[in-house]
């Protein structure tokens, strides 16, 4: 079995200076500490607006559970990096003067994502979050991917990794794409007990292995448990048509309605994200300009993006424009969120 054409050629024959729209891009999910995000859940005053919201919509403090958690991408660490996801958006939006074209969230970008285009409203991303992380956590403690992880890896050339499946592939073992970055980057979900063989089939064939992820995602496998979500989660939930087109992370279609929207969100459970189609879609609906608004290591730094964008990264701010934006903050995020809240039925 050979994989030498998944990530296509991604043209960079046009300028992005020729290109005059602007993306909000929410990333996806990667490992982080509660010292890295708790500091700006507890500093920045878009974030403790979200925040507010969150509590609010699951009748407990986030931060402090956060705090306690234990383990990696616990339901409090998802819910605490969509916070800080959308506070960074409101404050691109209110201080940049940011006024996107498109947006699109790779993966878990794709919470932050419906919630900024109106189909869901905030809350009710948050409370899907929450359903959501229950939801994996009951598929994954039992049946036939309970031992299975999500691993990602960098500067793997096609050719040898075609061989590392290959060997895969005589031995019987058992693995699935997740996700297709850039050139020799990838996401590849394997059983717990082949990823010494994996790891070590990257470091000889001159890659580096970065992470790897429990629970696993976004595996075409995985759809019993797309359907499981679709059946016990998203039935109590109705997206609405999204506000500004979306792009969808694994094939680079673009969403223009609700049911897309819906579709979208449950592909990522048994569809593989791919980076590199998502860039030929911005670019063909006229992006230039990336605003990626998220606590993001990853996506705005490949090369792939920045070949293709110019690529702004919204961060947490200095710390003396902090004070003087606090009560301005405060106001023009409810009222930005209230311009771009969904009118009910």
Not at 146 to 161: A, G, K, W, Y
Request: glycine share 8%; with cysteine.
């Amino acid at each position: 079995m050979t994989h030498s054409d998944a990530i296509p050629a991604v043209g960079t024959a046009d300028s992005a200076d020729s290109r005059t729209g602007t993306a909000i891009v929410f990333p996806g999910m990667g490992p982080a500490s509660f010292a890295e995000v708790g500091k700006f859940l507890m500093l920045d005053p878009y974030a403790r607006v979200r925040l507010a919201e969150a509590d609010e919509a699951l009748g407990y403090s986030v931060f402090d559970r956060f705090r306690d958690a234990e383990e990696d991408y616990s339901v409090d660490f998802q819910i605490a990096f969509l916070v800080n996801s959308m506070a960074l958006a409101d404050r691109a939006v209110d201080t940049l003067g940011v006024s996107p074209t498109v947006c699109a969230g790779p993966s878990f970008g794709q919470r932050a994502t419906a919630a900024f285009v109106g189909s869901l409203s905030f809350p009710d991303v948050v409370r899907l979050t929450a359903e959501l992380v229950r939801c994996e956590e009951e598929f994954f403690s039992s049946g036939a991917y309970e031992d299975v992880v999500t691993h990602c890896f960098v500067r793997t050339p096609q050719d040898r990794l075609d061989e590392i499946l290959a060997g895969f592939d005589d031995r019987g073992a058992w693995y699935d794409f997740s996700g297709h970055l850039d050139a020799g980057f990838h996401m590849l979900s394997v059983r717990e007990k082949d990823l010494d063989d994996l790891t070590a089939g990257i470091s000889a064939a001159g890659g580096y292995s970065m992470y790897s992820m429990r629970p696993p995602v976004h595996a075409a496998a995985f759809s019993a448990l797309r359907r499981k979500a679709e059946e016990e989660v998203f039935g109590a939930y109705e997206p609405a048509a999204p506000v500004l087109p979306v792009v969808a992370d694994h094939d680079g279609s673009v969403v223009r309605d609700a049911a897309g929207m819906r579709r979208m969100m449950l592909d990522t459970f048994d569809r593989p994200i791919h980076w590199p189609g998502m860039v030929e879609s911005l670019k063909g609906l006229g992006v230039g300009t990336l605003y990626v608004t998220g606590p993001d290591s990853l996506f705005h730094r490949l090369d792939v993006t920045k070949a293709n964008f110019e690529v702004v990264a919204v961060g947490l701010p200095k710390k003396r424009a902090r004070e003087r934006e606090r009560e301005r903050a405060l106001e023009q995020s409810r009222a930005t969120r209230a311009r771009r809240a969904v009118p009910k039925a």
